[in-house]
């Protein structure tokens, strides 16, 4: 079994539509947790950053990161076509690890005009 | 600032061939990583370096090794390759090589083994 579970879709919405992305993991050491996306030829860009549990937001996107569940979500709203591309839960953990990141397969998310 | 740059950015390699990668992180930061994608496994992560050392190492073959030098640049090198090594390989740099530091990733480099 994984460490990091991801449906890796594929999903396509509507523009204008509320997309939901989620991981789950079973790690109980991980602290850290991010969102990437990645375009199409292109590495993954730094989307959001959580530490612990909670809720984020950053313009259209929220990120919560609830512990107890081991669950992570992506929340992006007014979603554009833009917004298509892949996108990447990642976590890390002890300081032993140092920056190791340990990815989810990917979400590949297309948003129609 | 300029970003994290990667060189090649493809490669064509037969099987048995050997390949060296090359990544070049953002000024000042002192930790490099590597990455390797599949469609298949996702991102997977290979070693990290920090200060020209090894500090971690993820599940892959000797084959599979790599180096850091003084100015923080980093190569990786993939001897006797095989078909299932092709991938797009990413490196990602961040300041300090701890957990929870931002990594910053290239734009990878496509390796196809024929």
């Known amino acids: 079994q994984k460490e990091v579970e991801q449906d890796p879709g594929p999903l396509s919405v509507p523009e204008g539509a509320i997309v939901s992305l989620n991981c789950t993991y079973s790690n109980s050491a991980f602290q850290y947790f991010m969102w990437y996306r990645q375009y199409s030829r292109k590495g993954p860009e730094l989307l959001m950053y959580?530490?612990?549990?909670g809720n984020k937001e950053d313009g259209r996107f929220t990120a919560q990161v609830d512990k107890s569940s081991k669950y992570i979500s992506l929340f992006i709203r007014d979603s554009q076509p833009s917004d298509s591309a892949t996108y990447l839960c990642?976590?890390?953990?002890?300081?032993?690890?140092?920056?190791?990141?340990?990815f989810g397969e990917g979400t590949q998310l297309t948003v129609n005009p | 600032k300029a970003g994290v740059t990667q060189t090649p950015r493809y490669l064509i390699k037969t099987r048995g061939q050997q390949v060296t990668l090359s990544c070049s992180p953002i000024?000042?930061?002192?930790?490099v990583s590597w990455y390797q994608q599949t469609p298949g496994q996702g991102l997977q992560f290979l070693f990290e370096y920090f200060s020209e050392t090894q500090r971690n190492k993820g599940n892959f073959p000797g084959r599979f090794s790599g180096r850091q030098f003084s100015n923080s640049r980093s190569e990786m090198n993939v001897s006797t390759l095989e078909l299932g090594d092709s991938a797009l390989y990413l490196c990602?740099?961040?300041?300090?090589?701890?957990?929870?530091?931002?990594?910053?990733f290239g734009p990878g480099t496509r390796l196809t083994v024929l």
């Open positions: 000024s000042g930061h002192r930790s």
């Open positions: 990602a740099s961040s300041l300090r090589g701890l957990a929870g530091d931002t990594q910053y």
């Open positions: 990642a976590m890390s953990g002890k300081e032993t690890s140092g920056s190791r990141l340990t």
């Open positions: 959580t530490y612990s549990s």
